[in-house]
């Protein structure tokens, strides 16, 4: 919903609603900071409950270091990962429907 309302908001092209984006652009990055500092909040709480150390990694230049996936080892093919077809197989295996 958040989408359609933006786009309809740029397909507006005025100056009114360049500011409006503007603004909706500042409550999101808000909210974005918001949900990433309670995250690290929670992480940290539990750091400290089992009393052990964060691990922190620079991950600049990280695209360069890593290789990719190609298309038939993607990251939706990894082993342990479930497909839909799996899991009715599974599902009518148990007897259920």
């Known amino acids: 919903m958040q989408a359609r309302k ?3 908001i740029q397909a507006k092209r005025t ?4 500011r409006l984006l ?6 999101e990055a808000r909210h ?6 309670s995250i690290a909040e929670g992480v940290v ?3 400290q409950r089992t009393e052990r150390g964060i691990a922190l990694e620079d991950l600049e230049g990280i695209r360069e270091r890593v ?5 038939t ?3 939706h093919n990894r082993p342990g990962r479930r497909s839909a077809r799996s899991s ?4 009518g295996a148990w007897g259920c429907r």
């Open 88 to 91: 009715l197989t599974r599902r």
């Open 6 to 8: 933006k786009a309809e």
């Open 73 to 75: 080892s993607g990251p």
């Open 22 to 27: 503007k603004k909706r652009a500042k409550r």
């Open 67 to 71: 290789s990719r996936f190609d298309a």
């Open 15 to 18: 100056r009114s609603a360049a």
């Open 45 to 47: 709480a539990v750091a």
């Open 32 to 37: 974005a900071a918001h949900i990433n500092h």
